[in-house]
């Protein structure tokens, strides 16, 4: 059947009371709310009682102190799961567990006897209380719904006081409007009062005080949600502002998903969207209390998913009250108990939640992450990050999945994959070259490039990290001699040579076209000679050259005896590690004499050497350029070297 040109004729719009008089809009939370947890109730559609069990002992663990459990009179395996629970000695003492029961006598009476023993129970009843039910489904009146109502709110009653009296129980009691966000406000107010007043009523309630932890709960669901979260909100404080003895009350909130976004893709479903909306403005129009299911499952659309809801506290400086540090192990109990997948996008929860793939985003993260460091090296802990609302670390994430490279990458994400594996901080404009590599092989694939793709590229064009990823030119060592006295100033095959002592002190120096001038900073010209043992091609060589250090000397000695006429346009070293362990990274981008070396956008070639003395980490970044020139020109070398 098509769909409808005209809609209105089928679907009728809510129709929003006025309420000019509203205050929420103009609130801030300030605290979390009470947390229920109702998993194991209106999130299991196909648990069995090992799995609720591990389901419920990481509720404990996560931090729930109200847990609905079941509903114990729908069938032998809810009641089971209550009474295992008290056989078994599972419920902490400071946990309340919640049992959901419709207000009918017979299972009213079998949902007391399955929570018989337990230490701490809050008895929630409901009937729906919206025209649409109380004609079609109960066939009821408004009158009629009160008493029924208030009728098996005295049974409960009853049956709370007797239990108590027999086994030692404290109870509280929920009442839940069913469909209240379909009912007329002042209507579900008014049945509310009469399940208080019948609850509150007669000398011997232990409940009339209205002492804090024995507060009656109205439980206000959009059961099926049916409207925009504001309509919501409005019907909660309107019913806040009426309901009398509001000191008596706990009001909480059961919101769905049905106007929210439903993920489904392939063998992935998920949900998200308008409940938690509904739930956090509910909130700031006077609710206490949210009921819902970690990761939002549920019957069709599913639950508030209160990840979102705690996170989203969090994030605003607010103790959710609740612990979501090993997010890992709350995806997995929750997987494997429900069977239902969580969708890579799930807010906080999801696989790429933390995860940048463009360009701009990993710029700003990278920038976003220095800053931080930064600030936090000076004290000041706030988080304030471009993209990331919270640190991933502190929901038990590590930072490699919050960059990831594909064909929209750009050069600030894949500079930041390379610092974090091999703690490489690339001179600007080699982010920009290498970045053109990267993009080049992710195009060519069409594949998203892992952080060892990238390093494996990295390693591939630099000729860095070990013989595999040797180039045509290897350095072999070399010995450096101060020309005017004639003694060796420094000898070394690269990384056995003494260790530097000034490398500890390098701070991202930046020197361009003259770096000799940073490492012999007092020295004439030609003042040095340096002798190098070279493999090229696999033919073991020595070259010798002049120059007023280690660098301009290798360069003098590439070209004289190997027609390789490069010479240096920018130069930038740091430090890598600290104490004993320290190397230093030495970036250089070698141009050929045609190029002009003021124009920085054409023709350089670059090069990075890592070594723990600071003239081989300068030496093999110029090998690692002069490879990269050669790898497109051929060596000619001069007849007369
Ligand atoms: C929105 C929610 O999540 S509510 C909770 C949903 N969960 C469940 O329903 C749990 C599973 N339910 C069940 O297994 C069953 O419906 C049971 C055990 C509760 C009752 O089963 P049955 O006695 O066979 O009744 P059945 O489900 O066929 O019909 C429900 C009857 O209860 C009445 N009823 C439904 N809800 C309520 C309620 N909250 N309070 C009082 N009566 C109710 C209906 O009007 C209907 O009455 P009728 O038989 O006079 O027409
Ligand atoms: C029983 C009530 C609270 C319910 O689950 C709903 O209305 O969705």
């Known amino acids: 059947m098509p769909m409808l040109a005209d809609p209105s004729q089928r679907y009728l719009p809510f129709n929003p009371v006025p309420f000019p008089n509203r205050t929420w809009p103009d609130k801030v939370n300030k605290k979390a709310p009470i947390w229920l947890s109702t998993d194991l109730r209106d999130g299991n559609q196909t648990m069995t009682n090992q799995q609720k069990l591990r389901f419920f002992r990481h509720l404990i663990q996560i931090g729930f102190k109200e847990i609905e459990v079941s509903y114990p009179a729908a069938s032998d395996t809810d009641f089971q799961f209550c009474r295992d629970l008290q056989n078994n000695g599972e419920v902490p003492d400071d946990v309340w567990i919640q049992v959901l029961t419709p207000a009918r006598s017979d299972l009213i009476k ?60 404290s109870f509280r009691f929920e009442y839940s409007p069913e469909t209240f966000s379909q009912t007329e406000t002042p209507y579900a107010v008014e049945v509310c009062e009469a399940v208080k007043k019948t609850w509150l009523a007669g000398e011997k309630s232990v409940w009339a ?63 998200l969207g308008c409940a938690v909306a509904a739930a956090e403005l509910g909130v700031l129009a006077g609710a206490d209390r949210i009921e819902g299911t970690v990761l939002g499952n549920g ?5 508030v998913d209160l990840v979102t809801l705690g996170l989203n506290c969090y994030s605003q400086g607010i103790p959710p009250n609740l612990d979501f540090s090993d997010m890992f192990s709350v995806i997995d109990t929750v997987t494997e108990c429900t069977g239902l997948p969580v969708h890579p996008r799930h807010p906080y929860a999801g696989e790429l939640v933390f995860t940048a793939f463009s360009g701009s985003h990993q710029d700003a993260i990278k920038k976003g992450f220095e800053a931080q460091t930064r600030r936090e090296k000076a004290g000041d802990k706030v988080w304030s990050m471009p993209y990331l609302p919270i640190d991933p670390a502190d929901v038990g994430c590590t930072y490699e999945a919050v960059i990831r490279v594909n064909s929209q990458s750009g050069k600030g994400g894949i500079a930041y994959i390379v610092k974090s594996a091999l703690a490489l901080d690339l001179p600007r404009r080699m982010q920009i070259a290498f970045y053109k590599v990267v993009q080049d092989r992710s ?42 006295s004639a003694t060796p100033s420094a000898v070394g095959s690269p990384d056995r040579s003494r260790a530097h002592s000034r490398v500890a002190s390098l701070q991202n120096a930046v020197v361009e076209a003259s770096p000799d001038r940073s490492l012999d900073s007092n020295l004439p010209s030609a003042s040095k000679r340096l002798t ?63 190029v002009d070396a003021k124009d920085k956008t054409k023709g350089g070639f670059w090069g990075v050497g890592v070594d723990a003395d600071i003239t081989a980490s300068g030496l093999k970044a110029v090998i690692s350029a002069a490879n990269g020139y050669l790898g497109q020109n051929p060596i000619q070398v001069p007849e007369n070297a």
């Open 110 to 169: 079998r949902t007391f006897e399955a929570v018989a023993g337990l230490k701490h129970v809050i008895i929630h009843m409901y009937n729906a209380t919206s025209c649409l039910f109380r004609e079609v489904v109960f066939n009821n009146d408004r009158a009629e719904t009160i008493k029924l109502a208030s009728d098996h709110t005295r049974l409960v009653r009853e049956l709370a006081e007797q239990y108590a009296a027999s086994h030692g129980t």
């Open 209 to 271: 005080d209205g002492r804090k932890e024995e507060r009656i709960i109205f439980n206000l669901p959009a059961t099926v949600e049916v409207a925009t979260p504001n309509c919501f909100a409005d019907q909660v404080e309107m019913f806040c502002n009426t309901i009398s003895e509001r000191e008596k009350c706990i009001i909480s909130l059961h919101t769905h998903n049905d106007r929210g976004e439903l993920f489904a893709k392939t063998d992935k479903a998920d949900i």
């Open 299 to 303: 019957e069709r659309t599913g639950n």
């Open 443 to 484: 195009e060519t694939t069409g594949k998203e490039m892992t952080s060892k793709d990238i390093t494996t590229a990295f390693r591939q064009t630099y000729h860095l990290g070990g013989s595999i990823y040797d180039g045509r030119l290897v350095l072999k060592s070399f010995v450096t001699v101060d020309i005017r």
């Open 532 to 594: 190098a043992k070279v493999l090229i091609d696999g033919t073991l060589r020595e070259v010798s050259g002049e120059g007023n250090g280690p660098l301009s000397s290798f360069l003098d000695a590439l070209q004289g005896d190997l027609g390789i006429a490069l010479s240096i346009r920018e130069y930038t070293e740091h430090a890598v590690g600290a104490g004993s362990d320290v190397k230093a990274a030495t970036y250089v981008e070698l141009i050929p004499p045609n």
